[in-house]
């Protein structure tokens, strides 16, 4: 059977077993273990890893399709595996276009290990300090937001450092979670999305090899490395949110249908509907502008997606607002799903980058200035 047949299958398969526990995960504040457990049964971790490196080879729309109905059924779980799954993409990209990628490709594949994503709160300036020692840097640095890491292996992640010879610099490497000094420090306490285990990963004094950094750039310009980041990641991490609202909309209109006579009740789906278009237009948008990973990385590439982000992250908020007033009171208790549903949604709104810095990123590439300000 085609690995993309194995994920359909996989994502009805699991779905109502997913869906059965996910409301006791997020009243615990727990990570979905057995989620994960059962995903890397099926090899899902290693889906988009080409064949030719031992992977699936499955695209990177068809990821996304899986994502976006994995999320139907537990939105932390498919939002965990979404950081793990852009990381993926980007190492199959940078592979793709002669660059570093394929020893990584290749050891998730050996291993279906889960990588796990630090990027959403460093973006241009990172934070911590390393330090240069004989034969690569001590990391001093504490890192938020590390989606699916009480079940991760390999941290991607970044440090900043004065160094003598360039000025302000970032480095990026990986790190195993199993070294000595890498600390996990338990405290995923959130509104929404409350079982994807993004807590805080702390190093303390983490000895990285000089082999180890793949990357060592300015600190705070726009780098070209985040014009594939952005690229690749936000049609994954916004293909969740869109089966969440997705869902939302689906308990809001099942709802809806008893009082289908009721001219403000019709209204009120048909505005319900025309924001979920709009989320689902925008995120069918940015899936197109990837193009299963052939597209050319730019600045203007990057504002394009970024502006779709935003569009898509204010739909969905919108949808899941509007079916609780559908729903009305009944909306309001948990046991109905909309509430929590409503709290995931507004989670999309802090993935990078927000409204505010996403408008002024896209209006300074659209007057042809850097991204950023220097």
């Excluded at 780098?223 to 089966?243: C, D, N, R, W």
């Amino acid at each position: 059977m085609p690995f993309d047949m194995i994920l359909q299958d996989t994502a009805d398969t699991l779905g109502a077993d997913f869906a059965s526990r996910s409301a006791g995960f997020e009243c615990r504040d727990a990570f979905v273990h057995e989620n994960y457990a059962a995903l890397k049964a099926r090899k899902v971790f290693s889906a988009q890893v080409p064949e030719e490196l031992g992977g699936g080879g499955v695209s990177h729309g068809e990821m996304c399709a899986f994502l976006r109905r994995l999320a139907h059924d537990c939105p932390s779980t498919a939002l965990a595996v979404s950081m793990h799954q852009h990381l993926v993409a980007a190492a199959r990209k940078n592979d793709q276009d002669g660059k570093a990628g394929k020893a990584l490709l290749e050891k998730v594949a050996g291993g279906e290990l889960v990588l796990v994503s630090t990027g959403a709160n460093d973006w241009l300036e990172s934070n911590g300090e390393a330090r240069k020692t004989d034969g690569g840097y001590v990391i001093n640095a504490v890192k938020p937001f590390a989606s699916g890491s009480p079940c991760g292996d390999i941290a991607i992640t970044s440090c900043a450092c004065d160094c003598p010879d360039d000025g302000p610099s970032v480095l990026h490497f990986p790190v195993s979670l199993k070294t000595e000094g890498v600390e996990l420090l338990g405290d995923w306490e959130a509104m929404g999305m409350r079982a994807t285990g993004s807590q805080t990963l702390r190093f303390n004094d983490v000895f990285v090899p000089e082999e180890a950094v793949g990357l060592k750039r300015p600190r705070g310009p726009f780098h070209g490395a985040f014009s594939v980041i952005v690229t690749v990641a936000m049609p994954l991490i916004m293909s969740v949110y869109t089966g969440v609202a997705e869902s939302a909309a689906a308990i809001a209109l099942e709802k809806a249908r008893a009082r289908s006579g009721d001219p403000v009740t019709v209204l009120q789906v048909g505005e319900m509907e025309n924001l979920l278009v709009t989320a689902q237009i925008a995120l069918e948008s940015m899936i197109a502008l990837c193009d299963d990973l052939a597209f050319t990385p730019s600045e203007a590439l990057a504002s394009q997606v970024l502006a779709r982000k935003t569009i898509c992250a204010n739909a969905v908020i919108a949808v899941t607002e509007k079916a609780l007033e559908i729903c009305g009171g009944a909306g309001f208790m948990r046991k109905a799903g909309i509430e929590r549903l409503l709290r995931d949604a507004h989670a999309s709104q802090f993935h990078p980058l927000p409204e505010k810095r996403q408008q002024m990123f896209t209006g300074r590439v659209s007057l042809g200035l850097p991204p950023v300000a220097a």
